[in-house]
Structures are given as C-alpha cells and as structure tokens.
C-alpha cells in the first residue's frame, strides 16, 4: 500500500548540474502533478499529465522538464539547476476532476 | 487573475474548542473544493472535499461550508486536538476551463495552533 513516492526525499547539487526527481503511484491515477513549496508563494504548479505520454505546463515550468512514458511514473528533471530552484518539490496524482493525492516532497538545495 | 486566498494567516485555539479556518475565492467557475492539511516536513494530506452542488459536507470531526453567493469556504474543526496543529490549505478546481484539466488553484495556508 505505498500510494504516492518520490526520491530522493533530500539533494544537495550545485548549480549546473542536471538532477532528475522521481514519482512513483501505485493508484493507476490517469493524472499526475509536480508543484514547488515556496515561502510566501504556496504551492505552485510545475508541469501536469493527464495520461501516459501527455505532459503540459503548468504556472512555472521553465528550467524544468517531464516525461510520462509509463502511467505510474513521473519524473521531474532540471536540466541546468539554479539557486532559485532550491524548494521543496511535491509530487501529486488524481483523477479527473477529483482529489489530488500527495506524496512526501523532495527537499533540493542547490548550491 | 483568478486566485484563493485565506482570511488568516495564523490561527490560535485551545484544545477542545472549535476551529474554524476560512477562504475566500474568486473564481465563479469553480465547481470542486478541497481542504488539505500540511504538517511540518509532510506533503499536503486531503482532508474533505465538496462539489458545487453542494452547501454542506460532513466529515470526521470535520466540516467543509461552501457559500457560492459570496465565494465563501470554510472548514471547521470540531474539538480541536493537539494534532490538528498544522497548516490548512483549501483548492479550487475549475471545471471546463480550457487546459484547465484537473488543475487545482491553491491558497497560502493557515497555520492552526493548539493550545493545551
């Protein structure tokens, strides 16, 4: 009964550097999210799949890219990380027009 | 644009009482609410949900009251526990907005303390 993973939980990298974050769901959820949790902002939607191989942006998608080969994955990867990509990253799958379920956030720090 | 803001940032209340978290939104097209609890160092946990066609909705121990007249939702937290201390978030879902899917539009939050 995992739900909804995501790895690392923590990464350190230096600016540059290329870092991918992992999503995993077990629901068969036909949805799935990436959000960034910042101080003062919420949380902000990165990029959305409403099924295997349909990705779109969502409210901040740049320095950042997704792919969904698979439905129950859903990496997220930042080509070329930057200072103001340090965040805690929140991974999330649905249904349509239904509840969105959370996993447990990546806490990245770029340096 | 179109946007879901919270009343309060920070929200006191001793144990026992009765909580009550509030949310304004400002999208008349929105048709699906939901509440999410954020404690520290965790990912947003669903609390309860109501659709549109609804005015009230019932959970355990809590409450969700959708006002459409005035974009109105709140959440109410029925004698409050200790481990009801968290941040409160509620979203908004616009249906049959173009791309809008199943996006859900987020307030801050509001910090819930307990007081013992």
């Known amino acids: 009964d995992a739900g909804i993973t995501q790895s690392p939980r923590y990464k350190i990298t230096e600016t540059g550097r290329q870092v991918t974050l992992m999503c995993h769901q077990t629901?068969?959820?036909?949805?799935m999210f990436w959000y960034r949790q910042d101080l003062g902002h919420g949380l902000r939607l990165i990029y959305y799949?409403?099924?295997?191989?349909?990705?779109d942006k969502g409210e901040v998608p740049d320095g950042y890219v997704v792919s969904r080969s698979k439905t129950e994955n859903f990496p997220l990867t930042l080509e070329s990380a930057t200072r103001s990509q340090t965040s805690v990253y929140f991974c999330a799958s649905g249904l349509e027009h239904d509840t969105q379920y959370f996993g447990p956030g990546t806490r990245l720090t770029v340096l | 644009g179109e946007s879901v803001g919270l009343h309060l940032p920070t929200l006191s209340v001793q144990e026992g009482d009765n909580s009550i978290i509030n949310c304004a939104y400002s999208n008349s097209a929105s048709d699906y609410f939901i509440w999410y609890k954020q404690e520290s160092g965790k990912g947003p946990q669903f609390i309860i949900d109501?659709?549109?066609?609804?005015d009230k909705r019932q959970g355990q121990r809590v409450t969700v009251l959708l006002n459409k007249t005035v974009k109105h939702l709140s959440l109410q937290i029925a004698a409050t526990q200790p481990g009801d201390s968290a941040v409160y978030f509620c979203?908004?879902?616009?249906?049959?907005?173009?791309?809008?899917?199943?996006?859900?539009?987020f307030g801050t939050g509001t910090q819930l303390k307990v007081e013992l």
């Open positions: 799949s409403a099924a295997a191989d349909i990705t």
């Open positions: 629901w068969s959820h036909s949805y």
């Open positions: 979203a908004e879902n616009m249906r049959g907005v173009t791309g809008g899917g199943n996006k859900l539009t």
């Open positions: 109501i659709r549109s066609n609804m």
